[in-house]
């Protein structure tokens, strides 16, 4: 059966780092796509960051590149999410989800992806 469980979400200041887990059990990591979205209180879930299972290729919301890094360990399988420069808009919960294998869109729909994790707390305060 397939699984995700995230990991790594807690407090921290603005200016500071994260480092999410996305632990997946009953699948290969590199052959899903694997994303990472994310929620804030009252608004919809959008999409973070992305990464094909054909090419490896990564995608990342325009509000998070050059401050977010997402990585993938197959021998452990867990897709990472390195947050790095956090501000308080990053506040939100964080999820992973799984898709069947094939490419990112350049935008990372929500819809696309069936298999969800449970969510972790990001909070960025002061």
């Known amino acids: 059966q397939l699984q995700l469980v995230e990991s790594g979400g807690g407090e921290v200041q603005p200016g500071g780092s994260l480092r999410l887990s996305c632990a997946a059990s009953g699948l290969i990591t590199d052959y899903y796509v694997i994303g990472w979205f994310r929620q804030a209180p009252g608004k919809e879930r959008e999409g973070v960051s992305c990464?094909?299972?054909?090419?490896?290729?990564?995608n990342y919301a325009d509000s998070v590149k050059g401050r977010f890094f997402l990585s993938r360990d197959n021998a452990k399988n867990t897709v990472y999410l390195q947050m790095n420069s956090l501000k308080p808009e990053d506040t939100a919960v964080y999820y992973c989800?799984?898709?069947?294998?094939?490419?990112?869109?350049?935008?990372?729909?929500?819809?696309?992806?069936?298999?969800w994790g449970q969510g972790t707390q990001v909070t960025v305060s002061s």
């Open positions: 990464i094909s299972s054909s090419d490896g290729r990564v």
């Open positions: 989800a799984a898709q069947v294998p094939g490419r990112c869109r350049p935008k990372i729909a929500v819809l696309d992806f069936g298999s």
